[in-house]
């Protein structure tokens, strides 16, 4: 009983989920500094999110069944009982998604809540096996994750620029991070037939992630009136010695390490929130 249990967090990419709730949270309390309410929407849109996400998850192990087989971490799994949860997940995310919607009169959250499902299936059946534009897709979905609660919650109001740091930073720490994963995931995908940026040319996208990672900083820079003195100089800090470390890693195409490090930075991004 508790196996399957454990392989279905597994399944559902437990942490990712994790991060992303701790994100939210963070936003609309510490950020926003809202106090909870449940007539303003933003839990109900937010955990709709949360669900789309989970489906997603399930969808792109699913999808890449065959191709994940030979990984030391694979989980085997009845492909049946996990399309049915599935569609849990998914029935489950429309309906928070739309009592959001009913709670914020939003016409334009109809279309937003719609996109997503459509989007990640447009991902997990296609654009994943293409060059940058699944690692695009992907962090795109990931700033409008934080962007549907915000903008269509009620009585949420941030700074814009404010707002602009947290869906960049979401967009691009996301984007590195799917990079260096495609990288790690190379010799799968060159045996299923992919077609990732890293299969095309390896070298080259070594070069893409080095030089992407090594703006952050510089992009840091934009923001920097938001940050005290002291924990600007610290982010900046933490942030070459990020680069330094992912440099190295993919120098050496230790990319495992590389993923795992960018994961990290992401974390860090997030609990940088509490000095704005």
Same mark, same amino acid.
């Given at each position: ?6 392989? *279905?967090? %597994?399944?559902?990419?437990?942490? @990712?989920? =994790? +991060?992303? $709730? &701790?994100?939210? #949270?963070?936003? !609309? ?97 296609? *654009?994943? %096996?293409?060059?940058?534009?699944? @690692?695009? =897709? +992907?962090? $795109? &979905?990931?700033? #409008?994750?934080? !962007? ?108 495992? +390490? ?19």
């Amino acid at each position: 009983m508790i196996q399957p249990l454990i392989n *279905l967090f %597994k399944i559902i990419r437990w942490k @990712n989920v =994790l +991060i992303y $709730l &701790l994100l939210q #949270f963070l936003v !609309y309390f510490v950020v926003a500094k809202k106090d909870f309410s449940w007539t303003d929407g933003w839990f109900f849109l937010m955990l709709s999110i949360t669900f789309f996400g989970i489906f997603g998850n399930i969808q792109n192990n699913l999808t890449d069944y065959e191709k994940d087989q030979s990984k030391k971490d694979f989980i085997s799994f009845n492909q049946t009982t996990y399309l049915i949860l599935m569609l849990i997940f998914l029935v489950v995310a429309f309906v928070l998604g739309f009592t959001g919607f009913y709670m914020t009169f939003e016409p334009n959250l109809l279309y937003a809540v719609i996109s997503v499902p459509v989007l990640l299936s447009l991902y997990n059946y296609y *654009l994943k %096996k293409t060059p940058l534009a699944g @690692n695009i =897709l +992907i962090a $795109l &979905l990931t700033a #409008f994750a934080i !962007y549907i609660p915000l903008k269509f919650a009620k009585n949420i109001s941030l700074d814009r620029h404010i707002f602009e740091l947290l869906l960049g930073m979401a967009f691009w720490l996301t984007l590195i991070r799917e990079l260096a994963k495609d990288l790690e995931d190379i010799l799968f995908d060159q045996k299923a037939g992919y077609k990732t940026l890293p299969v095309l040319s390896e070298n080259l996208s070594r070069y893409i992630l080095m030089f992407l990672t090594l703006l952050t900083p510089v992009w840091l820079f934009y923001f920097k009136t938001y940050f005290t003195g002291i924990a600007f100089n610290i982010l900046l800090i933490i942030s070459i010695l990020f680069v330094f470390l992912g440099f190295y890693t993919l120098y050496r195409k230790q990319y495992e +390490i590389t993923t795992k490090l960018f994961k990290l930075w992401m974390l860090v991004g997030i609990f940088s929130l509490i000095f704005l």
